[in-house]
């Protein structure tokens, strides 16, 4: 039990497009799903959390602007890459809760590369 | 604000051998919740062992154990037995309940 999904798995996609990806909990009801940036061989950076029906809380330094997440419902949460860069070209993961939000189920992650 | 410190980059083992990653953490409370996660090269984030901080008793899953010094803040994680699939990215991180803050990472290489 206790899946996360994430679609697409890799990305390729020009500057100044926009890129969506989404993270489902495949066999549970997520109330809280939050958004994490990887680099290379680096830590894992929260950039957002959100809960289902509400705004997400984003992070200090992120732009929300460019950074679109909606948590329409207790099994989808989309990140939106608006107007993409090459420096935001990076290993995306989701996490999913249930209840507890200190037990995270994590995506398999998103490798996003801008050209 | 809370932080996590894992000192060592890069570590390495033998196969069938014991190694043991280190971890840090700064914080004033005093009930929190510590982890260990590791990464394999899929990427995949996988919960190795979680902690309490109420306990005093250090958590063991198999062949995975803590030693926890609360006092000390410090959480360090064995892996006994060590095998090839051990090879990963690990991290230490501490809920400070709202959100997992990470370490910077550990890189364990396993040599047969």
């Known amino acids: 039990g206790a899946v996360v999904s994430q679609h697409p798995s890799r990305v390729i996609c020009k500057s100044g497009t926009s890129v969506k990806i989404e993270c489902r909990s495949l066999?549970?009801?997520?109330?809280?799903m939050f958004w994490y940036r990887q680099f290379p061989k680096k830590s894992l950076m929260l950039m957002a959390t959100?809960?289902?029906?509400?705004?997400?809380?984003?992070e200090q330094g992120v732009e929300k602007d460019k950074f679109l997440i909606n948590h329409a419902s207790l099994t989808l949460s989309t990140l939106t890459v608006t107007s993409a860069h090459p420096e935001d070209s990076s290993f995306y993961i989701c996490?999913?809760?249930?209840?507890?939000?200190?037990?995270?189920?994590f995506g398999p992650g998103t490798r996003l590369t801008v050209t | 604000a809370q932080t996590v410190t894992q000192s060592q980059p890069e570590m390495s083992v033998q196969e069938a051998e014991t190694v043991t990653l280190s971890c840090t953490y700064d914080t004033s409370e005093s009930d929190y919740y510590l982890f260990w996660y590791k990464q394999p090269p899929s990427r995949q984030m996988i919960l190795v062992i979680r902690?309490?901080?109420?306990?005093?008793q250090n958590a063991t899953e198999n062949r995975f154990s803590v030693n926890f010094q609360k006092a000390a803040k410090s959480f360090s994680l064995k892996i006994s037995d060590s095998q090839l699939g051990d090879a990963a990215m690990y991290f230490c991180a501490y809920f400070n309940g709202n959100k997992l803050v990470f370490g910077a990472g550990t890189i364990l290489r396993v040599k047969s």
């Open positions: 066999d549970f009801q997520a109330t809280t």
């Open positions: 996490s999913a809760t249930s209840g507890a939000v200190y037990e995270q189920y």
């Open positions: 959100s809960n289902e029906g509400s705004k997400a809380t984003y």
């Open positions: 902690q309490e901080a109420y306990k005093q």
